[in-house]
C-alpha cells in the first residue's frame, strides 16, 4: 500500500521561507515522477511542481518560478519542496503525490501572514 507522508508545513511571515518534505512507502520510488500540488480555501487543487523519476525534467508552476524548488532523494525515498520569498498567497493546503496524481499524501497546512 503506498503511502504518503508531508512534512514542514508551518506559519511564517511574508518574505519568509519554508522547506516540505514527503517520505513515500510502498513503491519502488526511484521509478515514479513526484509532484506537490496545492489547494487554498475556495479554490480547486492546483499544480505547483514536478520532478520526474530521474530528476531530470521539472517543472513548475509560473506562479512559483524563481521561488520553489522541487528536488527528490531516491536513497530515502523523498521529495521535497524549498519555497522561498513565500507571499500571502501561497498560503494553501499543500500535497504531495505519485505520478503525480495517482497517489496522494494528507497534505500539510502552509500560511503565509502579511
Known amino acids: 500500500q503506498v503511502h504518503l507522508v508531508e512534512s514542514g508545513g508551518g506559519l511564517v511571515q511574508a518574505g519568509g521561507s519554508l522547506r516540505l518534505s514527503c517520505a513515500a512507502s510502498?513503491?519502488?520510488?526511484?521509478?515514479?515522477?513526484m509532484g506537490w500540488f496545492r489547494q487554498a480555501p475556495g479554490k480547486e487543487r492546483e499544480f505547483v511542481a514536478s520532478?520526474?523519476?530521474?530528476?531530470?525534467?521539472?517543472n513548475h508552476a509560473d506562479s512559483v518560478k524563481g521561488r520553489f524548488t522541487i528536488s527528490r532523494d531516491n536513497s530515502k525515498n523523498t521529495v521535497s519542496l524549498q519555497m522561498n520569498s513565500l507571499k500571502p498567497e501561497d498560503t494553501a493546503v499543500y500535497y504531495c503525490?505519485?505520478?503525480?496524481?495517482?497517489?496522494w499524501g494528507q497534505g500539510t497546512q502552509v500560511t503565509v501572514s502579511s
Open positions: 520532478i520526474s523519476w530521474t530528476g531530470r525534467a521539472i
Open positions: 503525490s505519485v505520478g503525480p496524481g495517482q497517489y
Open positions: 510502498g513503491l519502488t520510488f526511484s521509478r515514479y515522477g
